[in-house]
């Protein structure tokens, strides 16, 4: 197959998706990469009907790489995740709206342009979770105790100039719960919050419930998600909603080079879901999950960059080990 993945500078680096994209090239498949940050793009050239069998994006929210999906997808070529689906959740304030609005547990949400308007809500709502609804990363999440404090200083660029959304503060333990699809198979790490750095929390895989398993499933119905993670909070009224991110970093998933690779591949061949197919129900995959199937053939690499990516060390088998 030939693919196109749209990488931003900010992940120029990461494992995720440099390594999926060696994998993908080790497999014997031709995988184009873009960089929309740092580089001239001809759209004449680059974007033609038939050209990819499917692109796949990994950018910041904001960034110009989503533009350019949503070109390929206007000339008939299928995107992964299906572009509509990435446009709903990259707004957090249209995925909070989304979200409550089809009966996900997702906290009550106010949005402003700057952040002394937040003090209009009631004060009995604070401690508010405040964040820019164009953030990724943990990007400017802050927790804010009272409404005095909302006009503290905060690090340059956090934020400033874009929609703010802020939602009460959810008591909870200090941990996240992150829940990644890889095409309908799920899996739960813990990871510590953001807004709790100084709590202790060793990253693991941990066992997913079964009430989790559902709100995550869910989310992949009603955004059209393919491949996409979820945090989720374990508040004293049950579990929490509060981020939905496309093509996240995967991380202590079993295999997740292979793993994602092999969705990529598997998306590109069927299409992805999208808002108009059919709901892809969820499969939890505990700690002890098997190997990855539907895997392709190995094969000489053939990946093409405008910036050469370093090559592994070995060639990667077909399941070799994720990070």
């Keep these: 197959m030939r693919l196109c993945f749209l990488v931003e500078e900010q992940y120029r680096h990461d494992g995720m998706p440099l390594d999926v994209i060696r994998q993908l090239g080790a497999w014997g498949h031709q995988v184009d990469v873009l960089w929309p940050g740092r580089s001239l793009i001809s759209l004449s050239d680059a974007i033609q009907a038939g050209s990819h069998d499917a692109w796949v994006l990994k950018t910041v929210s904001g960034g110009p790489g989503l533009t350019?999906?949503?070109?390929?997808?206007?000339?008939?070529?299928?995107?992964?995740?299906?572009?509509?689906?990435?446009?709903?959740?990259?707004?957090?304030?249209?995925?909070?709206?989304?979200?409550?609005?089809?009966?996900?547990?997702?906290?009550?949400?106010?949005?402003?342009?700057?952040?002394?308007?937040?003090?209009?809500?009631?004060?009995?709502?604070f401690p508010l979770v405040v964040k820019p609804a164009d953030g990724s990363s943990g990007r400017a999440v802050r927790l804010v105790a009272t409404p005095d404090r909302l006009l503290e200083p905060v690090a340059p660029g956090d934020g400033a100039g874009g929609l703010l959304i802020a939602q009460p503060y959810v008591p909870n333990s200090g941990t996240d719960l992150k829940v990644y699809s890889v095409a309908g198979e799920l899996y739960a790490t813990e990871r510590c919050s953001p807004l709790h750095p100084a709590h202790d929390v060793r990253e693991r895989q941990v066992p997913l419930t079964a009430e989790v398993a559902r709100i995550a499933a869910r989310i992949g119905e009603v955004f059209g998600l393919d491949l996409y993670g979820v945090d989720i909070l374990l508040g004293p009224d049950g579990p929490v909603v509060v981020d939905i991110n496309d093509f996240p970093s995967f991380r202590q998933v079993p295999d997740a080079v292979a793993r994602v690779s092999a969705a990529v591949l598997e998306l590109a061949r069927r299409g992805t879901s999208g808002r108009d197919s059919a709901p892809v129900a969820g499969r939890v995959a505990g700690p002890a999950a098997g190997r990855a199937t539907g895997q392709p053939k190995a094969g000489a690499a053939t990946t093409r960059s405008v910036t050469p990516l370093p090559r592994p060390a070995r060639p990667t088998a077909p399941l070799g080990g994720g990070r």
Excluded at 84 to 109: E, F, N, S
Excluded at 113 to 123: K, V
């Design 68 to 125: 350019l999906l949503e070109a390929a997808a206007s000339a008939g070529l299928t995107t992964v995740n299906d572009v509509r689906a990435i446009r709903g959740v990259r707004d957090k304030a249209l995925a909070a709206v989304i979200a409550r609005g089809t009966g996900l547990p997702v906290p009550v949400t106010y949005a402003a342009a700057r952040p002394e308007e937040l003090a209009e809500i009631p004060e009995a709502e």
